[in-house]
């Protein structure tokens, strides 16, 4: 399980640029009009890990396989998207598909790249997509509440919480604050994600700066900066153009090409690890002379379900974990020295896996 994010922004701040750069590919047509982007384009980058590496280095794996995330470009949203301008609805139904949303935000000028609004204004920006958000996801509960009617007054239990929930997110949204900020029990938690709400999404504000600011971004990041605080959220500083220029370089070039910018690594890499946070996310490996690999869980993930990421019948079969931290894996040389120093543990099904375990699994078939 990798998970998908999906990039948008308003025309012209270089999303479709940093599309290109983390996909390497130029998928994505990067041109200075709106709407170039006219179908969402997907693309699947490997997840950088240096643990990854470093196990296989110790097992002597002929492949590494490290995890995957999915990156869609979503074409420009305007101001009215949620009533169809643009090309708004088409939008907003791929906003649905994702699991965040990194909103990218203009921090540069340039006399030769357009905007859309005629100034450079990240702040009001990001208050124009998230009111379109928000104004779509109020027409959404809006229609919804009214086709629910009967089955409530039926005593439809599923309706009645599904108006309860539906209530609570319109009451937050009227008062002008997205969806998210509604507290959700945890009873309440899969009818509440059904509602499939934009707003509910997390947020990463992705400052795209130009490239001589790329190391301390510039008085526009930090106003960004100050307003993702504000909201709970969080956001990185990203040069669009840097990223795309990395993308086409061999890795001794781009790591050269790093360190004359002030960089110590890709923004892809702050970008992927700010993503994983947002979506309190972690990595697992499993290790051995044919391969070394990296999954995907979410944080508070039991061992029976982290096995079902491999492989369904993992999980139903389920017997135990044979459990490695990467810290023992390393310092003592592998599987092997781990087991005879007592390092290798069983852990059974009540196992909470953490971020960095070696595992391998015993199953039933």
């Not at 906003?95 to 702040?123: M, N, Q, S, Y």
């Not at 919480?161 to 539906?166: A, D, G, I, T, V």
């Not at 504000?230 to 890795?251: K, T």
């Not at 310092?331 to 196992?351: D, N």
Request: hydrophobic residues 45%.
């Amino acid at each position: 399980m990798g998970f998908k994010m999906g990039i948008v922004g308003l025309p012209n701040v270089g999303k479709s640029t940093l599309f290109n750069a983390l996909t390497k590919t130029a998928a994505a047509q990067a041109a200075n009009f709106p709407f170039c982007t006219i179908e969402p384009n997907v693309g699947e980058v490997a997840v950088p890990d240096a643990r990854l590496d470093k196990l296989a280095e110790i097992a002597k794996s002929k492949q590494i396989i490290p995890t995957r995330m999915t990156f869609v470009d979503i074409a420009g949203l305007v101001k009215g998207a949620s009533k169809g301008e643009g090309l708004g609805n088409q939008f907003l139904a791929n906003i649905r598909e994702v699991d965040a949303i990194a909103h990218v935000l203009r921090c540069f000028e340039d006399g030769d790249v357009t905007h859309v609004e005629g100034r450079v204004d990240p702040v009001a920006d990001a208050e124009t997509i998230e009111m379109e958000l928000m104004l779509a996801d109020m027409e959404s509960l809006e229609k919804r509440m009214q086709n629910i009617v009967r089955k409530v007054r039926g005593g439809d239990k599923e309706a009645v919480q599904q108006e309860r929930l539906m209530k609570a997110a319109l009451a937050a949204l009227e008062e002008g604050k997205p969806a998210r900020v509604v507290e959700v029990d945890a009873e309440d938690a899969k009818a509440w994600k059904m509602l499939q709400l934009l707003t509910t999404k997390p947020v990463l504000y992705v400052c795209n700066v130009s490239e001589e600011e790329a190391a301390e971004g510039n008085a526009h990041s930090a106003a960004v900066a100050e307003m993702a605080a504000a909201q709970g959220n969080s956001h990185v500083i990203i040069s669009a153009r840097i990223e795309e220029e990395i993308s086409q370089l061999e890795p001794d070039e781009a790591e050269e090409f790093l360190g004359e910018m002030g960089l110590e690594e890709p923004g892809l890499d702050r970008l992927i690890r700010a993503g994983y946070e947002l979506l309190h996310l972690e990595t697992y490996f499993t290790v051995g002379p044919k391969e070394a690999r990296a999954w995907t869980i979410g944080q508070g993930t039991l061992a029976p379900q982290a096995a079902g990421v491999i492989h369904g019948d993992f999980e139903k079969g389920f017997i135990r974990a044979e459990t490695i931290a990467f810290d023992d894996f390393v310092s003592l040389g592998g599987e092997q020295p781990c087991k005879e120093a007592g390092k290798m543990r069983a852990e059974g099904k009540s196992y909470m896996v953490k971020d960095g375990d070696v595992l391998h699994f015993l199953f039933n078939t």
